[in-house]
C-alpha cells in the first residue's frame, strides 16, 4: 500500500463520505469509474489520511483467484492483522472495483458497514452485474455518482488547458484557441482512452468496440437475447440518430418492411436494458400528468456524441442534434430531473432542466441562428415556454451571434454553447 496513485485527468464529479452509507461509482464502461476511484483515494491522502489506510482491490485480479463470498471477511481480517491499530479507532477508506463478479457480495459490504469504521466505494462494469446495479444490490445503503465521459471542461483539461474563470470575459485570440478546442471535442467525443488518439480510423475501432461490449456483454449475455439482428440494428439506429423523439411503433414498422422480426414488447425490452447500460437516455415531455409521460413521445440521447461520430459518416450528422446532445449530458451532470417542453402553440423547447436546488432553467439549442427566420423561431419558443414556467431562468445556447439587428426579449439569454459548458459547475452525486 505504498504505490503512488496514477496521475489522471481530474474528473469534476464528487463522492463525499456519509457515514453507514457506500458509494456506488456507476456509468458507462471506459467512462473512468476505476480511474475515479483513484481519484478519491488521492484526495483523502491530500486531506491527511495516511496512506495506509486508503485501500484499492480490484477483484478482477488473477491473483486473487476463485474468491467465495464466505472468503471475503478474510481481506479486513488480513488488513487488521497488520494494522490493527487502526480497527474501530479511525476509518479505512476501501474501493472495491469490480466486486459483483463474487455472488452475494453485498452481504459482505453490508457487514462491513455495520461492524467496522470504514468508508466503502463500489464500482462494476462486468456483465455479471450492470454497474447500475451496484447500487441498487445494496437496498438503500448507496449512494451514487454517476461517471460519464468527459465534459468539454474535463476534455479541455486532458489537453492541458486550464478554462478560464467563470463569467470571466476572453479575448479575442482566446476565443478562437477555445473555439478550436471545442471543435475537436466535438469529433472526438469524450471517453478518456479516446480522447489520446489522435488517428480517426483507431478512434471510430475503440468507440465500436466499447458499443459491441455494451450490446453483447451487457445486453446480450446477460438479459440472454437471441435477437441479435434486431438488438444490432436498434442500437445502430439510435446511435445515427442522436436527440431524436423514439416512437416504437415507427421503429416496428421499419424493422417490419426490411424483414427485420421483432416484436415491440422486445423492442421496449431492448431500450431499457440499453438504458440500464448507460449507452442511451431518455427524457419525457413536461408535465404533471404521468398519463401524459407515458403516451407522449421521450427524447433519446446517447451517453456521448462522439459514439454517433463514430457509426455515421460526418456528413450525415446534424451538428444541431450533436450539440443538443452534449448540452443533454451536461445537464445531467446539473440537474435532478429532465424534460422537454411542449408549448401551447405546438413550440418546442429542447429541455427544462431542474437542479438540485429546485430552480429551473429552459435551454435551447440551435447551432446556426444567423438566419432572421431562425432565430426568430428559437427565441418565440422560449418566450412561450416562459410564459408556462415563469420561475424559469431562460437561454439560448447557440454557435454564432443573432443577425444583425436582432434583439433578445427581456428574460432571454443567449450564450456561445462552448462557453456555457465552459462555466457548467462541477459535477456532484448523482
Not at 44 to 59: P, S
Not at 339 to 357: I, M, N, P, S
Amino acid at each position: 500500500m505504498t504505490a503512488p496513485f496514477p496521475l489522471l485527468t481530474r474528473r469534476d464529479a464528487a463522492a463525499p463520505f456519509l457515514a453507514g452509507k457506500a458509494r456506488a461509482v456507476i456509468g458507462m464502461r471506459r467512462a473512468g469509474k476505476t480511474s475515479f476511484l483513484h481519484q478519491c483515494l488521492a484526495d483523502r491522502l491530500a486531506e491527511g489520511i495516511e496512506r495506509d489506510r486508503l485501500v484499492y482491490f480490484n477483484f478482477e485480479d488473477e491473483r486473487l483467484g476463485a474468491l467465495e463470498v464466505d472468503q471475503l471477511g478474510a481481506i479486513p481480517d488480513e488488513y487488521y492483522r497488520s494494522f490493527p491499530r487502526y480497527r474501530g479507532a479511525v476509518r479505512v477508506t476501501w474501493c472495491l472495483d469490480e466486486i459483483q463478479v463474487i455472488p452475494g457480495w453485498e452481504r459482505f459490504v453490508r457487514r462491513m458497514l455495520d461492524s467496522e469504521n470504514v468508508e466503502v466505494l463500489l464500482s462494476g462494469s462486468s456483465a455479471r452485474m450492470l454497474s447500475r446495479e451496484v447500487a441498487t444490490a445494496m437496498r438503500g445503503r448507496a449512494l451514487e455518482t454517476v461517471i460519464t465521459p468527459f465534459s468539454f471542461r474535463e476534455f479541455a483539461r486532458a489537453r492541458g488547458e486550464v478554462a478560464p474563470a467563470r463569467r470571466r470575459l476572453i479575448g479575442a485570440a482566446d476565443q478562437s484557441k477555445w473555439l478550436a478546442r471545442f471543435d475537436d471535442y466535438m469529433e472526438v467525443g469524450g471517453f478518456p482512452e479516446a480522447s489520446r488518439i489522435a488517428p480517426a480510423r483507431e478512434r471510430v475501432g475503440l468507440l465500436q468496440g466499447y458499443v459491441d461490449s455494451v450490446l453483447f456483454r451487457d445486453v446480450a449475455e446477460r438479459h440472454g437475447v437471441a435477437n441479435l439482428v434486431a438488438l444490432r440494428a436498434l442500437v445502430r439506429q439510435l446511435l445515427r440518430q442522436p436527440a431524436a423523439t423514439l416512437s416504437v411503433n415507427k421503429i416496428y414498422s421499419d424493422f417490419r418492411s426490411r424483414g427485420i422480426g421483432v416484436s415491440k414488447e422486445n423492442l421496449l425490452a431492448f431500450l431499457a436494458h440499453l438504458e440500464d447500460a448507460f449507452l442511451v437516455f431518455t427524457v419525457p415531455l413536461a408535465t404533471r400528468s404521468e398519463r401524459q409521460r407515458q403516451v407522449n413521445l421521450r427524447k433519446f440521447y446517447l451517453a456521448d456524441h462522439g459514439l454517433a461520430q463514430a457509426f455515421s459518416p460526418t456528413s450525415g450528422l446534424d451538428r444541431g442534434h450533436l450539440l443538443e446532445n452534449i448540452v443533454a449530458v451536461e445537464l445531467t451532470r446539473q440537474s435532478r430531473d429532465l424534460a422537454y417542453v411542449k408549448t401551447a402553440q405546438g413550440h418546442e423547447v429542447d429541455f427544462l432542466a431542474t437542479a438540485f436546488d429546485g430552480s429551473r432553467c429552459l435551454v435551447q439549442v440551435a447551432a446556426d441562428i444567423s438566419a432572421r427566420a431562425t432565430f426568430d423561431r428559437e427565441v418565440r419558443s422560449l418566450v412561450e415556454a416562459g410564459a408556462a414556467f415563469p420561475d424559469a431562468r431562460r437561454i439560448l445556447l447557440t454557435e454564432n451571434a443573432p443577425p444583425r439587428g436582432a434583439t433578445l426579449p427581456d428574460g432571454v439569454e443567449r450564450l456561445p454553447v462552448w462557453r456555457w459548458l465552459l462555466d457548467a459547475p462541477g459535477g456532484g452525486e448523482g
